[in-house]
């Protein structure tokens, strides 16, 4: 498989008048090709932050990637001007919001706002990027695509629309697509069709999607592989069996609530009791430490390393590392 995104170490942060919040705290992970990375968590745990980093849409300041690399296929991207940025994003890397409505323009059509990104990214003619309209909008199931193009975006219900967004995501053919809650504003039928979308889309074009949600069942339903982010942290990660079926962490098995089954249609993270930590003051163990019903002296004062369970599964948790004992005692 081909790695189309790797990201190292990523740290970032905020500033603002109570202090520095540490978003995103030493993430890393890798993306292939035709597969779909899951980054799940509850609000605030900075999944949203990473995906704004990979497309350098962190605001700057108050916002700033301290430390770590994003590199999209050799690119190291968090070096690269604002302009470069500009040329990738839209382009190479496509990113799909929460809200259709906000996405779109109401006051162009959607043929205008097929082609507008086309045509600032790619040299190519005003019939070439309207055949690639016709063709984007029969991949993303809309009938008739010539003449509704010429509509606007109200003309659309809501499940149309975000099928109107993910086709102007596609059209300059992008490797990566960065989906943000993208079923979240949907109600639930409309959510599996968008969610069978995504896989016919990558089956057809090789797209490797991260998809960042709270939502468990869009979970279970598309990816292949789920990082799970607490505290500006990725605390577990594996593909989709080990996750459900062997969740290590014991905040992932809070999140599966110990019922690791792959039918949680609509179901969203079971809440766990207590908060997470203030990210103005991380603390210096596992930032699970408040809330976890197997927290040992150690936990709260050594960060756990990254145990593998797997090639593919890792957990970052003092029980799966011997030396809690000793530290336990010493
Ligand atoms: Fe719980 Fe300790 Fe593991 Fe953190 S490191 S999840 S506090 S057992
Ligand atoms: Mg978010």
Not at 275 to 282: R, V
Request: net charge neutral.
């Amino acid at each position: 498989e081909k790695m189309v995104l790797e990201v190292r170490d990523l740290h970032v942060t905020f500033k603002t008048y109570g202090g520095t919040v540490q978003a995103v705290r030493g993430v890393s992970f890798d993306v292939y090709q035709g597969e779909t990375l899951a980054i799940v968590g509850e609000s605030g745990c900075g999944k949203s932050v990473t995906s704004s980093a990979i497309m350098g849409l962190i605001p700057t300041p108050p916002g700033e990637i301290t430390k770590g690399q994003v590199i999209f296929k050799g690119k190291e991207l968090t070096r690269l001007s604002k302009k470069e940025l500009r040329k990738i994003r839209g382009s190479d890397i496509s990113m799909i919001f929460q809200d259709p409505m906000t996405a779109l323009n109401p006051t162009l059509t959607v043929e205008e706002q097929l082609t507008e990104g086309i045509k600032q990214h790619k040299s190519i003619s005003s019939a070439e990027a309207k055949k690639k309209a016709i063709e984007m909008m029969k991949l993303v199931g809309i009938p008739n695509p010539t003449e509704r193009m010429k509509q606007y975006p109200h003309q659309f219900s809501g499940g149309m629309r975000q099928r109107i967004v993910i086709a102007i995501a596609l059209m300059c053919e992008p490797e990566l697509l960065i989906a943000d809650e993208p079923t979240t504003a949907l109600d639930v039928t409309i959510q599996a069709q968008i969610l069978e979308l995504f896989e016919e889309i990558q089956e057809k074009t090789g797209v490797a999607i991260i998809l960042i949600t709270h939502d468990l069942g869009v979970v279970a339903k598309i990816a292949d592989r789920i990082a799970v982010m607490y505290a500006g942290k990725i605390i577990e990660s594996g593909t989709k069996r080990e996750i459900f079926y062997k969740p290590n962490h014991p905040y992932t098995q809070g999140l599966l609530h110990s019922v690791p089954r792959l039918d949680l249609k609509g179901k969203a993270l079971e809440p766990i009791e207590g908060t997470p930590p203030d990210l103005f003051a991380p603390p210096a163990g596992c930032p699970f430490t408040a809330r976890c019903p197997h927290a040992m002296e150690v936990c709260e004062k050594v960060m756990p390393r990254s145990e593998s369970l797997s090639s593919t599964h890792s957990v970052d948790c003092w029980l799966l590392d011997e030396r809690a004992e000793g530290m336990r005692l010493a």
